[in-house]
Structures are given as C-alpha cells and as structure tokens.
C-alpha cells in the first residue's frame, strides 16, 4: 500500500510541475497582458477623445469669431460713428435677420448712455408739433384748441384744424391735425367720420408722431377700435387683437412706460369686449388666438426687463473692463454675469471715435444662451464624426445640461474641459454611456480573460478529479488490503480447523465412529465455507470482467427457498441459529439461474446471522407483490447507520458498525447479491436503524426470463 501510495505522490508531483505550474504562469501573463490591453486602450480612448474636444472648441470658436468679426465690420460703419439712428436700426435688422443668436443690441455711447436700436425709439426724436407753424398758424391753433377745451365747440375747433391742415405742407404737422380732427368728431358723436380721419392718418401718414412722442398711427388703431366698439361692430375685437399683437411684435418704437401702457390699454379693452361677447360661438377661437398673443407679450416684456438688466448690471462693467490698460480696442470685451436667475453672456466691441480724445462707444450683443447652443454648438458637434461609444455633453456653471443627456451616475467620464476665454462659462465633458466599471470588471469583458478562466476552470477541475480519484483509489487500496487480510482470514480459520483435525484422525486418536463422524461434517462444513469464499472471489472476478453468466431455469421458487433456508441450518447447527420462514405458498414458478440465487440467499442469511448479537433470530417472508415475487430478509442485529445506505452495495465496503464490532468479511457478498437479483431483472432495497436490525428485500419478475 505504502509503494501504491508513494507512485500516486509521485505522478502528483509531476502533473503539478507540468502542467499546473505551467499553467498558472501563462494564466498570470495572459492576466497582464489584458491589463496591458485595456490600459492600451484606454490611452487610445483617451486621445481621440482629446482630440474631439480641441475639435469641439475648434469649431465653436470658428462659428462665434465669425459672428464677432461681423460685429466688428458692422460696428465701423459711419453710420454708427455719424449717430444715424435709422441707418444704425436698419444695419442691425439686417444682421438679425442672418440667424445670428442674439436677444439684443445695444449702443454704450461716450456719455453712459445706453440706446437699444432694436427696442426703443431713437434718441431726441420727438418733433415739435408746431416748429413748422407761422405766427399767425400758430395764433389759429391756439384758438382751436381753446374752442376744443374751453368753449366745448368741436365744430369751430374742427374748421381751425381742417384750415391749418390745408395750410401746412410738414407730414407730421398734417397727421396731428388730422388726429385733432378725428377727436373732436368723436367728441361730437361721428364715430363714423373719426374713422375715416383716422384712417387718413394710418394711410397717409404712417410713423408719425404726437408732440409728446407718441405713435400717430398707434393712437389712431386704438381710436378706431373705440369708435367700432360704440358703433356695435364685431370687427372691434378683431382690430384689438391685432393692435395686441403688434405691440407684442415690436411694431411701434416707443419707450418702457409707453410699452405697458398700450399694452395694458389695449389687453383691457379685448377682456371687455370678450364679455359683451360671451355668449358667441367664436369666443372659443378669440380666446386662442389672444393666449398666442399672450406668449409674444411675454416675450417682449422680457426685452424691456433685459434692457433694464444691461442698463443697471452690464454697462457700469463694460465701462470698467474698457478702461483696463491691458484691453485693447481691437478686441472683443467678453462678460458673463448672473442677475436673478438668468445668465448674461455679453459680447461688445469698439466703435471708432471722432478724435483720440473721445473714449470709444461700444456696440454691445447679448447673446441668446439656446440660440447658442443650437445655433453653434449643436451644428459643429453635429459636423464631427463621433463613435458610438463617445458622447459630448455641455453643462453650464450651475450643473444644468444644456446639451446632451442628462447627467448619469453611470457614465464613464473620459475628459472634461472649459471654452478658450471661459466664455462662455460653460464646460464640455466626453464620456461613454453605461455602467461605469472598475478595472477590473473591463478586463472581465475581455475574451482573452474569459479563454484563460475556462482554461483555468478545466484545469481546476482536473486537479480535483485526479485528487478525488487519488482518494479513490487509496480508498480501493484500503479496501483491497481489508479484503486481502479478511480472506487470509477467512482462509486461515478453516484451514486451520481442516488441518487440525486431519492430523488427529491421520493419527488415529479419534477412535469412536460418532467422534469421527462429527470431524468429517466439520471438515465439510469448513471445505464449503472456503468453496464458497472461492467461488465469490472468482465471481467477483467475472463480474469486473463483464464475463459472468446465469443460466436461466423454471424454477418453484417456494420449494426452491425452502430448500435453501433448510440446508443453511444444517450447515449450521452449532451457531443456534432460528430462522422463521414465512411462505406464501401460492407463488408460481419464476425463471431463474438457481445456483446464483441460492448463493445469493446463503450471503444474505450468512450476513444477518454474522450481524446479530446474542439472538440469532432471522425471518424469511416470500410475498407476491404486483408483478414481482418479494424475498425479505430480516434480522435483529447491529443494523447499518442511515448514511451508509447507499454505499453497502460498493464492492469491499464495510459499514462503520461491521468495523466497531470487529465482524469479519471480504466486503464482496452484497455486491454479488445485487449483481445477481439485477441480471434477473429484479431489484433489491435495504431498511435498517442501527442497533435495531436490517431487512433487504428481493424482487424477482414473475414473467419468464430470457438468457
């Protein structure tokens, strides 16, 4: 056993040098060689999406230079340097009128004055209603409006108007007549004839304006609009509605305070005329269109709020930042500046100065921060080449995404960066989406790491199969060594018996026939035990080799037991052995090899008269059950542990309780047993509890078998 178990070290130790160890030093070098992948990769991951982000900017500062070298050509035209303030309107139209994403422009003159072009009426133009007027004019419109005010006669007052109308060639002059007549026949209850006036005034003399700076043509929309609504006509609200919606369009240049006040002026006149008709069908659709109206309202007033918002927060900056000695008046002032919630991103440049002397005006922008991100970030992101697994994302100082997906706990941040000039003041981040992972779960991504783990799975399933197959065999060696000392055993105990007696019969000192008698039965009973322990070894032996035959006959199987049970008691008559047969005498004749089941049937009661202790009490039952004929044998003896079970039918095996009460035996009878009763094509089944006996239990099939 010692040379079996020292040859199994041996192979043990050269399957660990060739192949175990081998083995693992590859798996440790394919391990870093997939580290030195993925850091490959990550480094190449990490470059082009550098690469991407100089491109991002790149293309972004391309698109926003462009629009501030338009700002600055713009800003050296001579209209803005001459002050020429429709020119100047006109100028800026035209470059909103390019995309430009831009909420407004202004004009920071030398002064601190602020002028928005786009918004507001032009500086000083107000023209005074009567610079055109000779004296005696203007004697006659002093008279009329005496006559309007004082005296009540808005008839005299309209004949002063009319004549000074005729009189006067100035087309402002001729409009505020005409707005002056228009009046006092609305004083005088013809609605009719003020609208024809003031349609005068709207066709004919369009941006006119009051002495007070009021837009003519505005009063004159809103006056009809009055007159209509005394005369019951539905086109009243219509007409409103569309004065509403001009306002909120810009259509009229007008300061702040005049912005709220038509529009309020005009909004309370649509909510009362909505409820004079409120119980029309079309209510309905003018209830839509105004809430439309609303949303351009708002928008509008927003201007206004952001004029106010440059005016008090951005210029005394921009002032500021001019004044700097390291500013040049070449380049752009760029400012970013928080006011309530909103963000500022200003952009301002140089206007050219009359003389050295006078500091330069500026022309300002403030951009739109959507119409920037759609208008010149989005496009150049779009124009680049990005993979799948590169995602851009741009988030403002706050941490709010202006663009790309929101933020992900997931995402595999990869590089993150801010605008040249942190303007604007946003940053731009690359990352790849998903599950963000450590190293080490991206190499478990790794084909590489998966061909070495099942390379290293089967070899760990190799050393533990050649380990549990070591166990095994030492395990069979230590059974085969059991079964060498139990045969040498059972071969020594007869043959020593057989020996002794020969000799004293050989030497004639047995003299008495009946003494002479009994040696030669236990001779024969001790030349039996060692034919049988020879048959079952030379049995076990066919079986191994698969070379074992049965020779099938009809058999009476009650006979046939009874007979059995009744020669192992007279084989055995010193042991006190009581066997109680209890046979069904109705059981019909089975095929069966009668030599084998007859061995069979000697091993089981040889096993339960072996285990019993003091009573060697055996029951025998044979029972037909269903399509079988049943054997059971049972004892009382030293029973079998519960987890043993299974393996008492192993070849050699010998149960725990066989061991601890010193009962001999090879270990091969209940292997040949079950060998046997499963080439009739039967089954057999154990119960036991330990210390409380052992039944098996024998089926044979009652149909005829065939060899």
């Given amino acids: 056993m010692k040379i079996a178990l020292s040859n199994q070290k041996r192979l043990m130790g050269i399957f660990l040098l060739t192949i175990v160890l081998p083995s693992l030093a590859l798996s440790f070098f394919g391990f870093r060689?997939?580290?030195?992948?993925?850091?490959?990769?990550?480094?190449?991951?990490?470059?082009?999406?550098?690469?991407?982000?100089?491109?991002?900017?790149?293309?972004?500062?391309?698109?926003?230079?462009?629009?501030?070298?338009?700002?600055?050509?713009?800003?050296?035209?001579?209209?803005?340097?001459?002050?020429?303030?429709?020119?100047?309107?006109?100028?800026?139209?035209?470059?909103?009128?390019?995309?430009?994403?831009?909420?407004?422009?202004f004009i920071v003159f030398q002064n601190s004055k602020t002028f928005f072009p786009l918004l507001e009426p032009f500086p000083g133009d107000f023209t005074n209603s009567v610079s055109d007027l000779t004296d005696s004019q203007q004697t006659q419109l002093n008279q009329a409006r005496k006559a309007e005010y004082e005296s009540r006669d808005n008839r005299t007052a309209i004949s002063l108007y009319r004549d000074l109308y005729n009189q006067t060639e100035a087309t402002n002059t001729k409009a505020q007549m005409l707005n002056h007549i228009a009046r006092n026949q609305k004083k005088l209850g013809w609605n009719g004839s003020a609208i024809q006036s003031f349609m005068q005034i709207i066709e004919k003399?369009?941006?006119?304006?009051?002495?007070?700076?009021?837009?003519?043509?505005?009063?004159?929309?809103?006056?009809?609009?009055?007159?209509?609504?005394?005369?019951?006509?539905?086109?009243?609200?219509?007409?409103?509605?569309?004065?509403?919606?001009?306002?909120?369009?810009?259509?009229?240049?007008?300061?702040?305070?005049?912005?709220?006040?038509?529009?309020?002026?005009?909004y309370a006149t649509i909510t009362q005329i909505l409820k004079e008709h409120s119980s029309e069908d079309s209510t309905t659709d003018w209830q839509n269109r105004l809430s439309k109206i609303q949303e351009k309202h708002q928008k509008q007033s927003r201007l206004w709020q952001i004029r106010s918002s440059i005016e008090n927060n951005i210029v005394p900056d921009l002032h500021r930042m001019q004044s700097n000695p390291m500013q040049r008046q070449s380049d752009p002032i760029y400012l970013s500046r928080k006011i309530g919630d909103e963000e500022f991103l200003i952009s301002a440049v140089s206007i050219p100065n009359r003389t050295e002397e006078e500091r330069s005006a500026l022309l300002g922008m403030k951009w739109d921060n959507e119409g920037l991100v759609n208008g010149l970030l989005k496009p150049g992101i779009h124009d680049i080449q990005l993979n799948e697994e590169t995602k851009i994302r741009i988030i403002d100082y706050s941490g709010e995404v202006l663009l790309g997906d929101q933020r992900s706990a997931t995402d595999n941040l990869t590089v993150s960066s801010e605008f040249d000039d942190s303007f604007p003041p946003w940053k731009i981040e690359i990352y790849r989406p998903g599950t963000r992972v450590s190293g080490m779960a991206l190499i478990f991504r790794s084909y590489y790491f998966w061909t070495i783990l099942m390379m290293l799975t089967i070899l760990t399933f190799g050393v533990i199969l050649i380990i549990k197959t070591m166990a095994r065999e030492r395990e069979v060696i230590r059974l085969k060594s059991d079964f060498v000392s139990s045969v040498s055993h059972e071969l020594k105990t007869p043959l020593t018996s057989i020996k002794a007696l020969t000799e004293r019969l050989l030497e004639g000192k047995v003299k008495s026939p009946a003494k002479m008698k009994q040696y030669f039965s236990v001779i024969a009973q001790d030349t039996d035990k060692l034919t049988r322990l020879v048959k079952n070894s030379l049995d076990f032996s066919r079986i191994e080799e698969g070379k074992k035959e049965y020779q099938f006959e009809e058999t009476d199987v009650v006979s046939w037991l009874d007979a059995t049970i009744n020669h192992f008691r007279e084989e055995r008559p010193h042991n006190q052995i009581q066997i109680e047969a209890h046979l069904n005498r109705d059981i019909p004749s089975i095929m069966m090899d009668r030599h084998e089941m007859t061995q069979c049937m000697n091993n089981l009661l040889d096993n339960a008269i072996k285990f019993s202790r003091e009573s060697k009490k055996v029951e025998v039952i044979l029972e037909k059950s269903g399509a079988f004929v049943l054997i059971r044998v049972r004892d009382y003896g030293i029973g079998v542990q519960s987890d043993e079970l299974d393996r008492i039918f192993e070849k050699f095996y010998q149960g725990t309780n066989v061991r601890r009460h010193s009962v001999k035996g090879t270990g091969l009878g209940l292997t040949l047993v079950k060998h046997a009763v499963e080439a009739h094509?039967?089954?057999?089944?154990?119960?036991?509890?330990?210390?409380?006996?052992?039944?098996f239990s024998v089926s044979l099939p009652l149909s005829k078998q065939e060899e």
């Fill in 681 to 695: 094509r039967g089954h057999i089944e154990v119960e036991s509890q330990a210390g409380q006996g052992t039944t």
């Fill in 33 to 105: 060689a997939i580290q030195n992948e993925k850091y490959r990769r990550d480094r190449q991951i990490l470059m082009e999406h550098q690469s991407t982000m100089a491109l991002v900017k790149t293309q972004f500062v391309g698109r926003l230079r462009a629009i501030e070298s338009l700002l600055q050509n713009t800003a050296q035209y001579p209209s803005f340097q001459d002050q020429d303030f429709p020119v100047i309107k006109e100028t800026l139209t035209s470059i909103v009128n390019e995309t430009i994403p831009t909420e407004q422009f």
């Fill in 205 to 266: 003399f369009p941006g006119s304006i009051s002495s007070s700076g009021r837009s003519l043509e505005l009063n004159a929309e809103m006056q009809i609009v009055d007159c209509n609504r005394k005369l019951g006509k539905k086109e009243a609200l219509t007409q409103a509605l569309e004065i509403y919606e001009k306002l909120s369009n810009g259509s009229w240049s007008m300061n702040e305070d005049q912005y709220h006040l038509y529009t309020e002026m005009t």
